[in-house]
């Protein structure tokens, strides 16, 4: 490992900024996150950014670097500084700057809002049997530490800005995990087409790359969501018998109104450079 | 004076892990309105990181547990400096609560029979812990979050609160900044929570994050609480030691829990050396390496491994291997788990496997790990009243980390889980029925305004010190002075060291301006790790013997005298008196179940 390496560190705020260099000292091990620390003790204590576990497992240090959106406490340097030496790092593109590598996430959390929670039939036994079989594929959408990378890398969000018409991957496989829940009992299918939108993905599997959590978003929680979807919209026997007032669905009806938002404005702040 | 706004709740929750979630769920619930506020992101709070498990004796694994037998094992891994009834009501407690938070739609890993499955930790006679594989605090966390946010209380994130604001004797609010935007916000409340963590982060090898930093134990103690039994600092024996990079983070006792085993630098485990068995634990552990390994299998017919001792224990152990001479390449201990295959591993521990694997170059199912001990949870706390978690000061509450008497000289781990499950909805619970009678109290605009000059302070400075580099002296001299092995005369300097930067805090200069800026941040956390080193360092002096987590090798062995005494620390003026208390008395029911075990 090279003894120092440059950081190119994005700084600004939402009226502007720029990229600047770093000098920065190597120890074995290092990550990217240990050499923003560096930074901030050592050069400029201004330098803005997240961060709680460094160990992977709050999801706060969410980064894009080289480009490429990731965790910065789990980024070993040496896997990224190229033959000079030199990493850049920037805030998450799709959410708006608040400052240097901090970016207002709070639409992930109003998205959160709006998803109706474990719903539970009233004459249910309590406390819950449930098989480790029947809950192994709602364990594996829990292990979400929403860093919200998956959020940052869809293209419905980065590149067409639909944040008014799609709640992303990550809330994919947060209702995902809900609607297979062996114990819910609310019929999410409406929403999940009309508010939530899981209808803009085109299943391309961008997310599923970057989770540091190694969720398959979309092979194991998008999927059969949108099957789910097209089995109670599109087929036309379900369709002819729901004409008749007859195959509902079992669960219970969802108060969809209750969790539809004011509509967002496609594009809110502007978003990092 | 320099602007600010005002936020009016019936109830201000500060804090928003465990016991801040769990609490504001209760004040919801009683219909009142709620502000929560929390430095970080809302589902980032240190509860995040917990690993091995919740313990409740929910008794799903077909031993005969129930919640005598934890209230048992607490007492006795605490050293019996713990407050009885606080044990009381969190054993009793426990058992609902975690079955509350599956109906709310956490999903723990299962039995056969399709009950939550519970695993063994250190110190709990039968396995208790109730999991999901190795990231339970994130199960709990995002379960609480889900339904706090749904019961619609005002979440004000990246928010720190540095002061408590009274009206004569009551707490009636508190001052916050945004730490987006620099400014500051006065919250007025009919009572107040404080559900604000713990403190390792005056130490310099610590499993905490940045926000450990003791704010809600400080600012408790300023406004004129009394904090408990602060010297008691829990070193948990396996942090990780080796690379640099990531020296501290926790390794989890789930580790052990799952059959991980201790070895030296010469293939021994150690840890089955008699000395290493306190007297009130013989008879109780595996006496050799077979019946620890028929343990794995056959819980029913063998004793468990000592490798289980409660973590005081086995950090001594691991200590005094090294300074013997057998420690491993980096100066620690070998943890090494290959022996149950890679398959199981992956299952059980997927996320030991994975931070090994990214952070640290090291395969766990093929390789052993290298370990050290690593600053990891605070037992004292703000003293509370065990039922409604109240302090000394009307208005105010206190619950979780932050909050004294329940581990008494030791955690033992999974604890905690519950314990801010319980006491969080205690302490919202009673913070609710007070504020259903209390009228606003009277915002006194005197130390809202010494407040803010107090942190701006740094910011208009034309020079100064780096408050990184002052923070980095705190931890080098707390690391030296305060650690697993304490004596008079190192306990001695490491205060003087604190009184000293105690003084040049005062002269701490940053640049920018207050809009997201860390280093003005740090200025002021400063001045609340150095406040709670000062108490931990006077407090493990005044204790002259050996009992859980002091360890004084100058007063080796447990004290019968100091056995019936706890320690209280509180200020008049800004002179920190350290005081002994009588422990409070164990009624006779409890006394039965202590005597169970003779
Ligand atoms: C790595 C690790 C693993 C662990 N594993 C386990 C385990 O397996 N089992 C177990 O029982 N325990 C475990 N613990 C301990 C347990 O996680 C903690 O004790 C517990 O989560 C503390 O919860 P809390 O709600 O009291 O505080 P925290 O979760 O620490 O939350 C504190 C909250 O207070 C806020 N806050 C602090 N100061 C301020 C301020 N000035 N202004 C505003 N807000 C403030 C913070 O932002 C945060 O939201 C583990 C701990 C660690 C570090
Ligand atoms: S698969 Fe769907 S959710 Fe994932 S990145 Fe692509 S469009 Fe977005
Ligand atoms: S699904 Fe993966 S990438 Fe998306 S927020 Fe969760 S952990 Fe991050
Ligand atoms: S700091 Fe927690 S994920 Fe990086």
């Known amino acids: 490992m090279l003894e120092t390496i440059r950081l190119r560190v994005f700084r600004g705020d939402a009226s502007g900024g720029e990229e600047r260099e770093y000098p920065v000292r190597t120890f074995p091990g290092m990550v990217v996150l240990d050499a923003i620390h560096q930074i901030q003790g050592e050069q400029d204590g201004t330098l803005a950014c997240r961060w709680n576990c460094k160990a992977a497992k709050c999801g706060s240090c969410s980064a894009e670097i080289n480009g490429h959106p990731a965790l910065m406490c789990k980024s070993r340097v040496e896997q990224f500084y190229d033959a000079a030496g030199l990493i850049r790092v920037s805030p998450l593109k799709t959410f708006p700057l608040i400052k240097d590598l901090v970016t207002d996430v709070s639409w992930n959390y109003r998205k959160a809002q709006q998803i109706p929670p474990l719903t539970v039939a009233a004459d249910a036994p309590r406390p819950f049997r449930m098989m480790q079989g029947d809950v192994d594929r709602i364990q594996e959408f829990r292990k979400c530490i929403e860093c919200f990378l998956c959020q940052d890398i869809c293209h419905v969000l980065r590149d067409h800005g639909r944040k008014d018409a799609y709640f992303g991957p990550r809330f994919m496989i947060k209702i995902a995990s809900l609607d297979m829940h062996p114990m819910d009992d609310l019929e999410r299918r409406p929403h999940l087409m009309r508010a939530a939108g899981v209808g803009y993905c085109n299943v391309n599997k961008c997310c599923q790359e970057v989770c540091p959590e190694h969720i398959h978003i979309t092979d194991n929680g998008i999927i059969p969501l949108k099957e789910r979807v097209a089995d109670e919209f599109y087929d036309p026997i379900r369709g002819l018998l729901r004409m008749l007032g007859l195959g509902r669905s079992r669960r219970q009806p969802m108060p969809e109104e209750a969790f539809t938002a004011p509509p967002e404005p496609a594009a809110e702040r502007k978003p990092s450079p | 004076m320099e602007p600010f706004e005002t936020v009016e709740r019936d109830v201000l929750v500060i804090g928003a892990g465990g016991a801040g979630l769990r609490a504001t769920i209760a004040v919801r619930e009683a219909g009142l309105s709620c502000a929560v506020v929390c430095k970080s992101l809302l589902g980032k709070a240190h509860t995040v990181m917990a690993e091995g498990g919740a313990a409740a004796a929910l008794g799903n694994m077909g031993e005969p547990d129930n919640w005598r037998v934890h209230f048992r094992d607490t007492m006795l891994g605490g050293a019996y400096l713990n407050n009885p009834r606080i044990v009381e009501l969190f054993a009793k407690e426990a058992i609902e609560r975690v079955l509350e938070l599956e109906q709310y739609g956490a999903v723990f890993d299962r039995t056969p029979e399709g009950l939550i499955s519970q695993r063994p930790f250190g110190g709990h006679t039968y396995r208790r812990l109730n999991h999901v594989g190795d990231r339970t605090g994130l199960e709990l966390i995002r379960t609480l979050q889900d339904k706090a946010v749904s019961l619609q209380p005002d979440v004000f994130m990246e928010f720190t609160v540095t002061r408590l604001l009274k009206d004569a004797d009551r707490v009636v609010g508190a001052l916050a900044y945004n730490r987006q935007s620099g400014g500051f916000v006065a919250f007025r409340a009919k009572a107040v929570v404080v559900a604000t963590g713990g403190w390792g982060r005056m130490y310099k090898y610590t499993s905490n994050s940045w926000e450990s930093t003791g704010d809600g134990a400080a600012m408790a103690l300023e406004a004129g609480a009394e904090l408990l039994d602060m010297e008691m600092v829990q070193f948990h024996p396996t942090g990780m030691l080796w690379p640099p990079g990531v020296r501290g983070l926790l390794v989890t006792e789930a580790v052990r829990g799952e059959g991980g085993v201790l070895r030296n630098s010469q293939g021994e485990r150690f840890m089955f050396r008699p000395e290493y068995t306190p007297e009130r634990y013989r008879g109780k552990y595996a006496e050799t390496e077979e019946e620890g390994a028929g343990w794995l299998t056959d819980k029913a017919n063998f004793r468990r491994p000592p490798e289980l001792l409660p973590r005081d224990e086995v950090s001594r152990a691991i200590y005094k291997e090294v300074r013997a001479g057998r420690g491993s390449e980096h100066g620690g201990i070998y943890l090494d788990v290959s022996h149950r295959g890679a398959d199981y591993i992956r299952r059980s521990l997927p996320s030991m496997y994975e931070q090994f694997h990214a952070l640290g170059d090291i395969d766990i199912t093929r390789q052993p790990m290298e370990i050290y001990p690593t600053i990891h949870y605070t037992m004292g706390g703000i003293r509370v009243d065990p039922d409604t978690c109240s302090t000394t000061l009307p208005g105010l509450y206190a619950a979780g980390e932050c909050a004294g008497g329940l581990h008494g000289a030791n955690r033992l781990g999974g604890n905690s889980l ?15 029925i007070y504020a259903s009678s209390a009228m606003q109290g009277a915002l006194d605009e005197g130390p809202v305004s010494a ?69 003005w941040n740090a200025a002021r956390d400063l001045r609340f790790t150095l406040r709670i080193s000062e108490v931990i360092v006077r407090c493990a002096l005044a204790r002259k013997e050996s009992r859980g987590a002091q360890w004084r090798s100058d007063y080796p062995g447990f004290d019968p005298e100091w056995g019936r005494k706890n320690l209280v620390a509180r200020l008049e003026g800004d002179t920190l008196h350290v005081e002994t208390r009588p422990l409070p008395s164990m009624s006779p029911e409890l006394q039965s179940i202590m005597e169970e075990a003779r």
């Open chain 2, 451 to 519: 407040e803010m000059d107090l942190l701006l302070r740094p910011l208009s400075a034309t020079s100064g010190e780096n408050p990184f580099h002052l923070a980095a002296e705190l931890q080098e001299a707390m690391q030296q002075g305060a650690m697993i092995e304490r004596t008079e005369a190192g306990l001695t300097a490491c205060l003087e060291k604190v009184l000293q930067l105690r003084e040049r805090v005062e002269h701490v200069q940053v640049e920018g301006s207050r809009a997201y800026n860390p280093g």
């Open chain 2, 418 to 432: 519950t314990d801010i499950l319980v006491f969080g909805r205690r302490a919202g619970e009673a913070a609710a």
